[in-house]
């Protein structure tokens, strides 16, 4: 449903935001679709909107640690810093629980 409310926003010539993404972020995490969770975390990257927000990097981060995957969350926690986000106390949280 949040791919095609995306598609609809396309087709409409309106361009999506970073909550627009964020949104889909947060859906592919929570179905524990952590690949499609990162491939809209990397689409917001290259959409020219600037950094992603804290609040989209811990989803994914909380996604990769609640799926097993920690070396994966961990690999997030070390990027935010590189896309110009601080990592915050959600961001070790997500690893450490």
Do not use: Q
Request: one cysteine or more; glycine letters at 8%.
């Amino acid at each position: 449903a949040a791919e095609a409310a995306m598609k609809k926003l396309l087709e409409s010539g309106t361009a999506p935001s970073v909550v627009s993404y964020g949104m889909l972020v947060s859906a592919y995490a929570k179905a524990g679709d952590i690949d499609g969770a990162e491939r809209w975390l990397e689409a917001l990257r290259a959409a020219d909107l600037g950094s992603p927000n804290a609040i989209c990097l811990n989803i994914v981060i909380n996604a990769c640690a609640k799926g097993g995957d920690l070396e994966r969350a961990e690999s997030w926690l070390r990027r935010m810093p590189d896309m110009g986000v601080d990592p915050d106390v959600m961001s070790y949280n997500a690893v450490l629980d």
